[in-house]
């Protein structure tokens, strides 16, 4: 059913949380908004991009979700995982927030704003914004914004409550996540090193909840008690990032054997994962019908980026070019769609060409909630801006191109319809698409572009699976885009963010009784 409109009077007020400006919301009534990011999902594990399907690729609820809502062809993300999620929560491109995959450990005590991994502390995270208009805001899954400070959570961020882990990946059983030392438990000069639980929830650690079931089967439990017990007139934001499909490959025995019949195991357990991503999907949908929040649900799912594709990973991102870590085409360019019941019905089933970057769902949600996307608190530690763009104009149908035109890759740049690549590209090849395979079982692309610092350039909409080089045939594309590029990292945000600190494990073991934690005041 659809929340009632404030009057514009209100809307225009100051929000009491904080210094939030509210305005009018551009689409009249605000969404409730599900924010869906997948993890290291390949191009090719899904359905709607497989030409011809496969019985490996089994993912009936994308499938129908994308079909039903707006599918994004050229939506990009990060080349991993840490700088896609601070460019999400922050609003700023990578190369303004954060382009390192640095533990949440890591800490420079010199420096108390931005000497942290992930996001500096004084950025506003877009549940702030979003919790300023009314809206209830919940995260699962995975975080990897930061943990240093309480600021660093998801509660530091703006989120009513959490429940997930802090670092890259954890155990799925266990959840743990490293080891530490600590003498003054040991009682001795050469303690052993422990296993550390990377679990939380909201304000401390979720000790009631760690090793008691698969780490998705817990979130898709916390991720439907959020939905059971949403009042449908208050706005609902909730950010569910799963652990699927990032190491480790684990999945429960019963889907497995559904992939018995693939012969390669990284690809076997990987698709598996997929598999029962999808279901929770499915069962997520079901609650948003059940309890009459769909017509008026906003649903956003993307990659965090590419499909792994090295010894390991599993994934699969054919027909594009490389993967995770990478900057070709398969390592930034993500599956990703829009959907529910909100998505304007003469825009359903449109496949859209426009760019957007995962920083541009901070402006869109702050556009549809009514709340200034302006970053006071950020401005005023002399912190980089918000990048985002609105997009929603184009998603409704009002616009019919994005307003988005460049994407920094860090190193590289898509600019217009092309795209430079500087210095050694790894992973300069292509799978086939069942990947990996009883040739190479174990995955990975050696081949190697060295495109130095003149760069490589290709256009990527004649070119998608980036196989011609045009630096040489193209000077002035290619001049125009290195200008570009330089213009670009000439505004690079890159503070010293420290070392891993000794705290976090002092904090870990001591304070938290084996979990990890805030270790900074």
Same mark, same amino acid.
């Given at each position: 059913?659809?929340?009632?409109?404030?009057?514009?009077?209100?809307?225009?007020?100051?929000?009491?949380?904080?210094?939030?400006?509210?305005?009018?919301?551009?689409?009249?009534?605000?969404?409730?908004?599900?924010?869906?990011?997948?993890?290291?999902?390949?191009?090719?594990?899904?359905?709607?991009?497989?030409?011809?399907?496969?019985?490996?690729?089994?993912?009936?609820?994308?499938?129908?979700?994308?079909?039903?809502?707006?599918?994004?062809?050229?939506?990009?993300?990060?080349?991993?995982?840490?700088?896609?999620?601070?460019?999400?929560?922050?609003?700023?491109?990578?190369?303004?927030?954060?382009?390192?995959? +640095?533990?949440?450990?890591?800490?420079?005590?010199?420096?108390?704003?931005?000497?942290?991994?992930?996001?500096?502390?004084?950025?506003?995270?877009?549940?702030?914004?979003?919790?300023?208009?009314?809206?209830?805001?919940?995260?699962?899954?995975?975080? +990897?914004?930061?943990?240093?400070?309480?600021?660093?959570?998801?509660?530091?961020?703006?989120?009513?409550?959490?429940?997930?882990?802090?670092?890259?990946?954890?155990?799925?059983?266990?959840?743990?996540?490293?080891?530490?030392?600590?003498?003054?438990?040991?009682?001795?000069?050469?303690?052993?090193?422990?296993?550390?639980?990377?679990?939380?929830?909201?304000?401390?650690?979720?000790?009631?909840?760690?090793?008691?079931?698969?780490?998705?089967?817990?979130?898709?439990?916390?991720?439907?008690?959020?939905?059971?017990?949403?009042?449908?007139?208050?706005?609902?934001?909730?950010?569910?990032?799963?652990?699927?499909?990032?190491?480790?490959?684990?999945?429960?025995?019963?889907?497995?054997?559904?992939?018995?019949?693939?012969?390669?195991?990284?690809?076997?357990?990987?698709?598996?994962?997929?598999?029962?991503?999808?279901?929770?999907?499915?069962?997520?949908?079901?609650?948003?019908?059940?309890?009459?929040?769909?017509?008026?649900?906003?649903?956003?799912?993307?990659?965090?980026?590419?499909?792994?594709?090295?010894?390991?990973?599993?994934?699969?991102?054919?027909?594009?070019?490389?993967?995770?870590?990478?900057?070709?085409?398969?390592?930034?360019?993500?599956?990703?769609?829009?959907?529910?019941?909100?998505?304007?019905?003469?825009?359903?089933?449109?496949?859209?060409?426009?760019?957007?970057?995962?920083?541009?769902?901070?402006?869109?949600?702050?556009?549809?909630?009514?709340?200034?996307?302006?970053?006071?608190?950020?401005?005023?530690?002399?912190?980089?801006?918000?990048?985002?763009?609105?997009?929603?104009?184009?998603?409704?149908?009002?616009?019919?191109?994005?307003?988005?035109?460049?994407?920094?890759?860090?190193?590289?740049?898509?600019?217009? +319809?092309?795209?430079?690549?500087?210095?050694?590209?790894?992973?300069?090849?292509?799978?086939?698409?069942?990947?990996?395979?009883?040739?190479?079982?174990?995955?990975?692309?050696?081949?190697?572009?060295?495109?130095? +610092?003149?760069?490589?350039?290709?256009?990527?909409?004649?070119?998608?699976?980036?196989?011609?080089?045009?630096?040489?045939?193209?000077?002035?594309?290619?001049?125009?885009?290195?200008?570009?590029?330089?213009?670009?990292?000439?505004?690079?945000?890159?503070?010293?963010?420290?070392?891993?600190?000794?705290?976090?494990?002092?904090?870990?073991?001591?304070?938290?009784?084996?979990?990890?934690?805030?270790?900074?005041?």
């Amino acid at each position: 059913m659809l929340l009632a409109r404030m009057p514009l009077l209100l809307l225009m007020l100051a929000a009491c949380s904080g210094e939030e400006k509210l305005v009018e919301p551009i689409a009249g009534d605000k969404p409730h908004i599900v924010l869906i990011l997948v993890d290291d999902w390949g191009w090719a594990n899904v359905g709607y991009h497989r030409a011809t399907p496969t019985k490996e690729v089994q993912t009936p609820n994308f499938d129908s979700l994308c079909k039903q809502g707006i599918e994004l062809d050229q939506h990009y993300a990060y080349r991993f995982c840490s700088p896609s999620r601070s460019s999400l929560m922050s609003g700023r491109l990578p190369i303004h927030v954060n382009i390192l995959n +640095d533990p949440p450990n890591v800490y420079n005590p010199k420096d108390p704003v931005s000497g942290f991994a992930a996001i500096p502390r004084n950025m506003t995270g877009i549940a702030t914004k979003l919790k300023a208009a009314g809206y209830a805001t919940h995260q699962v899954g995975k975080w +990897d914004a930061g943990m240093a400070t309480p600021d660093h959570t998801p509660v530091g961020r703006g989120f009513d409550t959490s429940f997930g882990y802090f670092h890259h990946a954890n155990d799925y059983y266990t959840e743990f996540a490293g080891k530490c030392k600590s003498p003054k438990l040991d009682k001795a000069s050469k303690p052993e090193a422990h296993n550390v639980t990377d679990l939380w929830m909201t304000t401390g650690p979720a000790n009631k909840f760690n090793g008691t079931a698969y780490e998705e089967e817990m979130f898709k439990l916390h991720v439907l008690d959020v939905v059971g017990s949403h009042p449908a007139d208050t706005p609902l934001f909730l950010y569910y990032a799963p652990h699927i499909v990032h190491t480790p490959l684990q999945v429960p025995p019963d889907y497995l054997e559904r992939y018995s019949f693939i012969d390669t195991k990284d690809r076997q357990i990987y698709h598996a994962m997929v598999a029962y991503l999808d279901d929770v999907i499915g069962n997520l949908t079901a609650a948003l019908r059940a309890r009459d929040l769909w017509n008026n649900t906003l649903i956003v799912v993307s990659s965090d980026n590419g499909g792994p594709v090295y010894p390991g990973g599993g994934a699969n991102n054919y027909p594009l070019k490389g993967g995770k870590v990478s900057c070709w085409q398969g390592g930034v360019r993500v599956n990703a769609f829009v959907s529910g019941g909100f998505v304007p019905p003469a825009m359903r089933g449109k496949k859209l060409d426009g760019y957007v970057a995962l920083a541009d769902w901070y402006a869109t949600f702050c556009s549809l909630a009514g709340v200034d996307k302006h970053d006071a608190r950020a401005a005023a530690a002399n912190l980089p801006p918000v990048d985002g763009l609105d997009m929603w104009p184009m998603l409704s149908g009002q616009n019919t191109t994005s307003p988005r035109t460049e994407v920094p890759l860090s190193p590289g740049l898509i600019s217009g +319809d092309y795209k430079i690549l500087v210095g050694p590209n790894e992973q300069a090849g292509w799978t086939g698409p069942h990947y990996p395979n009883q040739t190479n079982p174990s995955g990975g692309i050696t081949a190697v572009d060295k495109c130095g +610092d003149s760069g490589c350039l290709y256009n990527i909409k004649t070119d998608p699976e980036e196989r011609t080089d045009l630096s040489q045939t193209s000077p002035d594309v290619l001049k125009h885009l290195q200008e570009r590029l330089q213009a670009w990292e000439s505004t690079a945000f890159n503070p010293d963010r420290g070392m891993q600190y000794p705290g976090a494990c002092e904090a870990a073991m001591e304070r938290y009784g084996g979990f990890w934690g805030p270790f900074v005041p």
